[in-house]
């Protein structure tokens, strides 16, 4: 009986010496995680805290609602000051969704009937293809927009679009990233004269500017910004604070800034006072409101000289 008991009594510590950490105790260990090592596996905090998946997927969640993580595809990474990284172009998409497409509906409004355009080759590049071929249709008369792009998916996105002409940079195939590069679309873009651009980056620092992870996708959109009249940067609030390896841009280059609204004020705030004042969009997530603080920083509502 007594032997029975004790068996009973140690049952809820299952592994002996491992501490049941609370929620605090657990978050708290996966940020210090982190901050250390950029990015993590769901799979690596399950057998290093002695949890379950479910409670990890449930910890990360908390996190990114409270804008500390960005969670991908079988873990998380940083999103408070954390180096940019470089995923896979399917890895990409299935991050920040609603925010991405919430950015790209506030940009399809800036672009006008018989416009030329340029897109890079981002995913939010191609969030913002899908609605602006929405859009389009939507246009009377005969109406056309031309459309300049790296983006292999965009190409196929808009092959079947109607009253869209599409042109490609032409150039080699980056298979993770599913963009052209190289001499091919450099020549081409050096000689490409544009109304728009709309494009995007790894990560913005308001003290740095503008910057991307790779060589090859910054030498085609320093071109892109060149040949565009109006440049339009498309960055969901996680970018900012992140330090790309390879310098963009300026943020003085751009004609406007379109982010959603869970950028903080302390961002709106550091980019006004960097040169954005009055060039910075929050686009709203479905029916949600801007917060209220945004207007004041961000009253730009039409196109103004690049």
Known sequence: MEETRS????????????????????????LSLLAERGMV???????LLGVSLMTVHRDLNALERRGL???????????????????????QM???????????????TLVLPGD???????????????????????????????????????LTELASAPRITLVSTGGMLDRNGQYLYGPAAL?????????????????VLPEEGVADVEMNP?????????????????????????RGLVPLAPLSELTALITDSQV????LQALATAGLEGRIIVAAEGEAAPPAWSAALSPFSGTRPG
């Open 7 to 30: 068996r009973k009594a140690a049952r809820p510590s299952q592994e002996p010496g491992r501490r049941r950490l609370l929620p605090a105790m657990r978050q708290a260990a996966m």
């Open 41 to 47: 596996s769901a799979a690596d905090l399950t057998a």
């Open 69 to 91: 993580v960005l969670k991908t595809f079988g873990g998380a990474i940083a999103t408070s000051y954390h180096q940019a990284a470089y995923f896979h172009f399917t890895e």
């Open 94 to 108: 299935q991050l920040r969704q609603a925010q991405k497409i919430a950015i790209a509906e506030r940009a399809v």
């Open 116 to 154: 030329t355009i340029v897109i890079d080759g981002s995913t939010t590049g191609y969030w913002f293809a899908k609605r602006l071929t929405r859009a389009v249709a939507n246009w009377g008369g005969s109406t056309q927009l031309t459309v300049v792009t790296n983006s292999v998916p965009l």
């Open 187 to 203: 020549r081409f873009l050096a000689e490409l004269r544009a109304d728009k651009l709309f494009f995007s980056a790894a990560g």
């Open 218 to 242: 910054v030498q085609v959109k320093r071109l892109m910004l060149r040949a565009s009249r109006e440049r339009y940067l498309l960055v969901d609030s996680s970018k900012f604070g992140a």
């Open 264 to 267: 903080s004020l302390e961002v």
